[in-house]
Nanobody, 129 residues
């Protein structure tokens, strides 16, 4: 059974930090583009960060740029999202996802939700003021 399992969410105060982990099992995700998305009730799920399979390219939404860092450990089949200087508007359920498209280059990626085939169950992040 192919799974992505997120962990590391929780309640944190404004300005605090959290590190989310996404552990894959059932297949290797080392050749996949991996992304972190977040969603709040009543809103679309938005892409906050993406990392290419080699880690050579990353993408960040403007709202998190300079505060969040995505990384991956292909040997551990795990992707991370380090979140610093958290704000109340970062409160959401965070999902990791895998895009299994075999892009021609090592720097290609997509940020649209429809591009991602595998999804985790999500982890809640709540930033209190």
């Amino acid at each position: 059974q192919v799974q992505l399992v997120e962990s590391g969410g929780g309640l944190v105060q404004v300005g605090g930090s959290l590190r989310l982990s996404c552990a894959g099992s059932g297949r290797t995700f080392s050749r996949d583009v991996m992304g972190w998305f977040r969603q709040v009730p009543g809103k679309e799920r938005e892409c906050v960060a993406v990392i290419t399979r080699s880690g050579s390219s990353t993408y960040y939404a403007d709202s998190v740029k300079g505060r969040f860092t995505i990384s991956r450990d292909n040997a551990e089949n795990t992707v991370y999202l380090q979140m610093n200087s958290l704000k109340p508007e970062d409160t959401a359920v965070y999902y990791c996802a895998a895009d299994t498209t075999r892009y021609l280059g090592t720097t290609a990626y997509r940020t649209s939700r429809s591009a991602y085939e595998y999804w985790g169950q999500g982890t809640q992040v709540t930033v209190s003021s």
